[in-house]
């Protein structure tokens, strides 16, 4: 079936250290979201990304959807602590489908 | 205003009973999502549901999982005789409008479910 995949699963980093995780499709997608999960706690909605080649900046998080709506990127610039949980892509293959979640990636900061 | 609430919190069954997950959509929205989420996994899609309408089952298990959001009251995500693999956090979600570009899904804090 159609899947969605995200690397790396796991990433560890010192506080002040980026961060990149990457979201891959086979398919194109029509949009993608990103959601992030504290450990025990439930996805929180970070933000959409709709068209081919688009960034958006929250902050020092920076999201980017490629030129061809086949992978996303999420960057954290500057780790802090609070950043630590699970960092999730979700796209959908056609508008008004299911979303379809990466199986994300754990980001783990050390001070 | 109150996010999209999900009961039990926390379920124990023993293999072979039933459980009923229920969830309450944010208020204005009439769209429900269940995703199960197994341990160190992604968030996997089961049932999408508007009010007495099941929209898109392609995620549901065929045999003994079922789903339901009546007129009134809440979303129940129903799983009979439960095995050891059905242990898993189970999050609903809702949106205000038919689900796609633009409609965010906001999830509820999950329902953690464990058979022994």
């Known amino acids: 079936g159609q899947q969605v995949m995200q690397i790396p699963q796991y990433q560890h980093v010192q506080e002040g250290e980026d961060f990149t995780t990457y979201c891959n499709s086979s398919?194109?997608?029509?949009?993608i979201q990103w959601y992030k999960q504290r450990p025990g706690g439930h996805p929180v909605f970070l933000i959409q990304?709709?068209?081919?080649?688009e960034v958006k900046k929250q902050k020092r998080l920076t999201f980017q959807f490629g030129e061809a709506k086949k992978n996303s990127s999420l960057h954290i610039t500057a780790t802090q602590t609070t950043d630590v949980g699970t960092y999730f892509c979700?796209?959908?293959?056609?508008?008004?489908?299911?979303?379809?979640f990466g199986k994300g990636t754990t980001l783990s900061v050390s001070s | 205003n109150a996010g999209v609430m999900q009961n039990p919190r926390h379920l124990v069954r023993r293999r072979g009973q039933e459980a009923r997950l229920r969830c309450s959509p944010m208020k204005g929205h009439s769209h429900v999502y269940w995703y199960r989420q197994l341990p160190e996994e992604g968030l996997k899609f089961m049932v999408y549901l508007q009010k007495e309408n099941i929209i898109d089952e392609s995620g549901m298990p065929k045999e003994r999982f079922s789903a339901e959001f009546p007129k009134e009251g809440p979303s129940i995500l129903r799983i009979q005789q439960v095995v050891r693999g059905d242990s898993a956090a189970y999050f609903c979600?809702?949106?205000?409008?038919?689900?796609?570009?633009?409609?965010?899904?906001?999830f509820g804090e999950g329902s953690w479910l464990t058979v022994v």
């Open positions: 990304l709709v068209k081919s080649g």
């Open positions: 398919t194109t997608l029509s949009n």
């Open positions: 979700a796209g959908s293959h056609q508008a008004g489908t299911a979303l379809i």
């Open positions: 979600a809702s949106s205000p409008g038919a689900r796609g570009i633009g409609n965010t899904i906001y």
